[in-house]
């Protein structure tokens, strides 16, 4: 049985996945993944311009992940 938490399990696979994807080549896959970062950064943006703040009760989307 192995000692590495599930949440780590997942995250493992979910990266070989993604190395897989790009038939194991690193620089492809980080390209692609910041190419997913700066289109739902941008979907964020517009959707943060179209929403009220009544709509979402006060809450305000943030760019950056805490930590």
Known sequence: MSTKPT???DTDFEVEAAL???DKDAKATIATLLG???HLRMQLALAEAAMSRGMTRGWIPKFEREL
């Open 7 to 9: 949440k780590q399990l």
């Open 20 to 22: 897989a994807f790009h």
């Open 36 to 38: 997913d970062i700066k």
